[in-house]
């Protein structure tokens, strides 16, 4: 089985500060890890994955996250807050031995709130 | 760039209904997911269809659930008798061939259940 924690429901952070949103996974070969964002009355839309290699890796809108094998995380960062990244973002998780059709798991969720 | 479209954008139904949600994937892409996420909150594994069959499927996804393919280009999926627990956000999803595996996500199709 596989599953994703959120562990935060929402995140405040003030504009032009750097924000963090966590998230730790669970799965049992390895993990091919996203994250994606929903704006209101909208789809997922992909922000950025790891599936293997540099452990840092960017996507879209300046975003960054780091993959820790050791503490099975994959936090989502920036370093400088948009009041237009206000969204709810979701952590994601495959098992990399499945085949591609097999179930992406979402995590619960983190609403990010931006202060202008 | 292309899009992942679903139709209806927002259906209202009595308890006990048939429903069907329609999706047309990106034309290049071969695997194919339904999701639902209620009231704005955990986005929920339905089912995953790839060669015109179901790969896999989740508890949710009981006997009044069925996918179809029925012509190549849409990607339906059927409610048989609509439960108030039915209410949700459905979000239709595909993916190219690859191992990455990035889901493209449709508008999603709100559905009522009265």
């Known amino acids: 089985a596989q599953s994703v924690a959120q562990p935060e429901d929402q995140v405040n952070v003030a504009e032009g500060n750097p924000l963090t949103v966590k998230c730790t996974y669970s799965v049992s070969g390895n993990p091919y890890l996203f994250w994606y964002v929903q704006y209101p009355n909208r789809g997922l839309q992909f922000l950025l994955k790891y599936i293997t290699g540099d452990n840092l890796v960017k996507g879209s809108y300046g975003f960054e996250a780091e993959f820790n094998k050791s503490q099975t995380s994959f936090h989502l960062k920036k370093p400088s807050a948009l009041v237009s990244d206000s969204a709810l973002y979701f952590c994601?998780?495959?098992?990399?031995?499945?085949?591609?059709?097999?179930?992406?798991?979402f995590g619960t969720g983190t609403k990010l709130q931006v202060i202008p | 760039e292309p899009e992942v479209t679903q139709t209806p954008s927002h259906q209202v139904t009595q308890m006990g209904q048939e429903v069907i949600l329609r999706c047309v994937p990106i034309s290049n892409h071969l695997y194919f997911y339904w999701y639902r996420q209620i009231l704005g909150q955990k986005v929920e594994f339905l089912v995953s269809?790839?060669?015109?069959?179901?790969?896999?499927k989740s508890e949710i996804f009981d006997d009044q659930f069925s996918v179809e393919r029925p012509d190549g280009s849409n990607f339906t999926l059927k409610i048989r008798s609509t439960k108030l627990e039915d209410s949700a956000m459905y979000f239709c999803a595909s993916s190219v061939p690859s191992g990455a595996n990035v889901l493209t996500f449709g508008a999603g199709s709100r559905l009522t259940v009265l």
């Open positions: 994601a998780v495959r098992d990399g031995r499945s085949g591609g059709y097999q179930k992406v798991t």
């Open positions: 269809f790839y060669n015109n069959e179901i790969s896999e």
